[in-house]
């Protein structure tokens, strides 16, 4: 399915049948249980990925069956215009393990300037410098609300089902719009909530199934608890479109892939 919107369908009323009373509903940011302010669910939402990391993976591929991979797949093929200029500077901000910088690096040369792959959580970047190659990658351990990136600096800045767990989405677009060059671009995979019969088998899935399956495989309850929490206080595709005007993004769209289980945000900072 291909039905991308952009910022000016985005209050259309096809898009008002469950997204407003969600988007009453959503707070400024990622707050897992417990959290009380942002600097405490930054802390929740890192010790949570250190400690999930070492089955990381394969929970992924096994809850997903294997379509992250096509998720990621598509989302670098929507930017090869950039990746594939040797001098365009790229980077994958919250990139785990680095599945989504692999498939960035898919489309690149290699002689192209190395993607910078940066995450906060320690644990995960281990994983990730042991599956991207050295010479292609920089490798760093940053916090996508506070990035040691210099202002009006990179082409592409691409996150993979990191910025739901944000302490601030408004503080995060921000950041990026900042590093981001002139003409530079974003795009933010992520998941949504479909609507529909498909919505409410997967809202079954997602809610009842993954954390069942994903807490007996990583031992990690409260993980897999978090993630169907952390979506549905997520935007929804028309405020996040929103959010993205507000911080100077303009061309912005979502692309909803399968179904708009997830879906690709993306943007450009005016030249
Ligand atoms: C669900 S994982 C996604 C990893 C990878 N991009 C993928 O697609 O598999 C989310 C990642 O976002 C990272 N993350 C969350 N908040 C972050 C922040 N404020 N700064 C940097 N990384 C963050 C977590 O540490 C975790 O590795």
């Not at 009453?24 to 010790?47: C, I, K, N, T, Y």
């Not at 991979?69 to 598509?74: E, G």
């Given at each position: 399915?291909?039905t ?43 010790e ?28 670098a093929r ?18 785990g ?15 192209g ?10 644990a ?62 974003v ?50 595709p ?16 979502w692309?909803?892939?399968s ?13």
């Amino acid at each position: 399915m291909r039905t991308d919107i952009d910022s000016a369908s985005a209050s259309t009323a096809s898009f008002t049948i469950c997204w407003p009373l969600r988007d009453s509903l959503h707070s400024a940011g990622s707050r897992p249980a417990g959290a009380q302010d942002e600097a405490s669910s930054a802390r929740a939402v890192r010790e949570m990925f250190d400690s999930i990391a070492p089955r990381y993976d394969l929970l992924n591929h096994v809850l997903s069956c294997n379509v992250d991979r096509i998720w990621w797949w598509r989302t670098a093929r929507r930017f090869r215009h950039i990746l594939t200029r040797p001098e365009a500077r790229v980077l994958d901000i919250c990139c785990g393990t680095g599945d989504m910088t692999l498939a960035l690096l898919r489309r690149r040369s290699g002689q192209g300037v190395p993607v910078i792959a940066a995450d906060f959580s320690p644990a995960m970047l281990e994983r990730a410098r042991k599956k991207l190659p050295a010479r292609q990658t920089t490798v760093i351990e940053a916090d996508a609300l506070h990035l040691p990136i210099e202002s009006a600096s990179l082409d592409l800045i691409t996150t993979a089902f990191g910025f739901r767990n944000l302490a601030n989405y408004q503080d995060g677009l921000a950041e990026f719009f900042r590093a981001l060059a002139p003409g530079g671009e974003v795009g933010i995979l992520d998941f949504s909530e479909p609507g529909g019969v498909m919505g409410k088998l997967y809202a079954f899935y997602f809610r009842r199934i993954l954390p069942a399956i994903g807490s007996r495989l990583s031992g990690q309850g409260d993980a897999y608890a978090y993630l169907p929490q952390s979506v549905a206080n997520f935007p929804s595709p028309p405020a996040m479109l929103d959010l993205m005007r507000q911080a100077g993004f303009t061309q912005v769209s979502w692309t909803p892939y399968s179904f708009g289980i997830a879906g690709l945000w993306r943007g450009n900072k005016p030249a």
